[in-house]
């Protein structure tokens, strides 16, 4: 889901999305289970007749994890067309013996952390993940953290330095956690997304996170399920792991922000994944361990992108877990099974291994490791202080009773609200309307009972807002410069002989109205702070976990709304409140500020 497109749909989407602390796990596995399909695509593409090589194509099929569980298999989602690409130079490169080695470099599966086998001589084949396309804000700014990774296996390791000739590396960490355990950090890993990248109590340090989960055999509904929270950390060109400090179960990735070459005739999403195991061709790769009783092995690794086979194992078609690289690299134009899987990744080759100390100690090492990427910026829309579209409606004078339309659901649960539309005949009378200018929200203000919480934290819900509107609101629920907080107060009643219901938040919405009675919603302009709706027995509710209030017949409610406006919209002759369930308004009254 696409939900940062425009402030407006930011908000609605958000309100849909984001539920009670106390339904956190049911929100948490609908984020799991309801992956974006850029990421959460991967399927086999039609049969062809006749060709030499079949490769990964895109498309959806379900499967146990999120965000492709990074790439469960790590594999070849990055497939690229081999016919389309050359091994020239790769298949005459000499590999040193392995048997004998100090140490073994190893490569994993992101997601399942599962070992990848070694080709032939020790070769090292690596997988990645599936989202290494081009065509993003996300790779301008921050370029890919591939999902290729490796670690090194030996006995008394005391520290792993790297140093890549091409790209940098990065840490890739993993924790196993359930509601029961940690709530908090499984709520953030789970609502984790580039925007906020840099924010969180737990998760504020890194570049990239997903959640995986755990087949341990407990259902989804036991706190004490298995999720895996999956971190990774852009360290540097040079890089270095402290197994002696808790590093041992850290694993390295290959980070680029570079393409290599491409077929031009082919500008599929396919070839861009090719492309990013492209990036690596020809990188030299050094990896030193440093022993606990003091000797030195240093390896130097050569690394290409080539293309090989991959095949489903024993596993479930339905189950990218099961699918698995076979590590035979394949020549151009070889001759394969028109059912056969052609997948495009990087794979390495030790060229030499002495047991000389690591040779780029003098360069920085770590580099990164302390330095957050910048968070992804919403793109600009053209969204202006108000939205493009309006609505016509009655314009109502201020002291006149006017009539509204409730929704039409007779359920008040979540879903049967959101799905549901305005009901036919108006039923709700709205009067008393009023309008001022406010210092801040009511002291006392919880912030779970603000508009913010469907955006939390604070910060990022600032983050989001200055982007959108050029504001901000602080701590105290002060506006900030150049703002102002804006409090509507009326009534509403149910005139009808039946029960009725409607979201608080969204009954009514502050905008302009012109000349022809067409109201416009505010865009740019404002956002929405708090909206809290009070019955006569001192019942309350509106905010993100009870916004959905009802009335029985005879019954009113008072509603208090709160929004933070630039103050250009204070002097405007042209502002009002339009009033109507599920943000379709019919009604709608002047307001003035000045």
Request: glycine share 8%.
């Amino acid at each position: 889901m696409n939900d940062d497109n425009d402030l407006r749909a930011l908000y609605l989407a958000s309100q849909k999305d984001v539920h009670a602390p106390e339904q956190l796990k049911e929100r948490t596995l609908e984020l799991l289970d309801g992956n974006d399909a850029t990421l959460a695509s991967a399927a086999l593409e039609p049969a062809a007749s006749v060709r030499k090589q079949r490769f990964m194509g895109l498309g959806r099929k379900p499967f146990y994890g999120i965000a492709a569980c990074l790439a469960l298999a790590a594999l070849g989602f990055g497939a690229a067309q081999a016919m389309m690409h050359t091994n020239e130079g790769a298949a005459d490169v000499g590999a040193l013996e392995t048997a004998n080695l100090d140490f073994a470099v190893k490569a994993y599966a992101a997601g399942t952390q599962s070992p990848l086998a070694a080709g032939d001589n020790g070769m090292i084949v690596f997988g990645h993940t599936s989202d290494l396309s081009q065509n993003s804000p996300e790779w301008d700014d921050n370029g890919t953290y591939t999902g290729c990774l490796f670690k090194v296996e030996a006995e008394g390791v005391k520290t792993v330095q790297a140093h890549i000739s091409k790209g940098m590396l990065y840490r890739y960490d993993t924790q196993n956690v359930s509601y029961a355990s940690n709530s908090e950090l499984l709520y953030e890993a789970s609502t984790w997304k580039p925007l906020k990248r840099g924010l969180g109590e737990h998760l504020g340090a890194y570049d990239e996170v997903a959640v995986g989960i755990a087949n341990d055999g407990l259902s989804k509904d036991d706190p004490n399920k298995t999720y895996q929270v999956q971190t990774s950390k852009r360290l540097g060109q040079t890089a270095e792991l402290n197994y002696d400090e808790g590093d041992e179960n850290t694993y390295f990735g290959l980070w680029t922000d570079e393409v290599g070459d491409s077929d031009a005739s082919d500008d599929s999403m396919r070839d861009q994944f090719g492309t990013i195991a492209n990036a690596f061709e020809g990188a030299e790769l050094t990896v030193t361990v440093t022993f606990e009783d003091g000797r030195t092995s240093t390896q130097t690794i050569d690394l290409h992108a080539g293309n090989f086979l991959a095949d489903w194992g024993d596993g479930n078609k339905e189950d990218l877990g099961a699918l698995a690289i076979q590590p035979t690299l394949l020549e151009d134009g070889a001759e394969v099974p028109d059912s056969a899987l052609v997948l495009r990744t990087v794979y390495g080759e030790v060229a030499s291994s002495t047991g000389e100390a690591f040779p780029y100690a003098n360069e920085p090492i770590n580099e990164y490791a302390n330095t957050t990427d910048e968070p992804m910026k919403l793109p600009n829309d053209g969204t202006g202080d108000f939205l493009e579209n309006g609505v016509q409606v009655e314009i109502g004078k201020d002291g006149e009773v006017l009539s509204t339309y409730a929704s039409a659901a007779t359920d008040e649960s979540s879903e049967t609200m959101l799905d549901s539309k305005s009901e036919q005949t108006p039923s709700l009378t709205v009067n008393g309307i009023s309008t001022e200018l406010v210092d801040c929200l009511p002291e006392g203000t919880p912030f779970e009972k603000t508009e913010i919480a469907r955006m939390a934290p604070l910060d990022y819900w600032n983050r989001i807002i200055e982007q959108r509107c050029g504001f901000t609101i602080d701590s105290d629920w002060k506006a900030s410069d150049g703002a102002s907080i804006i409090h509507v107060n009326y009534s509403l009643t149910n005139g009808s002989d039946e029960r009725k219901l409607f979201r608080v938040p969204s009954m009514q919405s502050l905008g302009r109205i012109d000349g022809s009675a067409t109201f416009y919603s505010a865009g740019n302009s404002a956002a929405p702070l708090m909206f809290v709706g009070a019955k006569n027995d001192g019942s309350t509710c509106g905010w993100y976990d009870n916004d959905v209030a009802t009335l029985e017949p005879g019954e009113s409610m008072k509603v208090d709304c709160y929004y933070e406006v630039n103050n250009s919209l204070l002097s405007r002759n042209d502002l009002a409140i339009a009033f109507g369930a599920n943000d379709i308004p019919n009604i709608a009254v002047r307001i003035s500020l000045a």
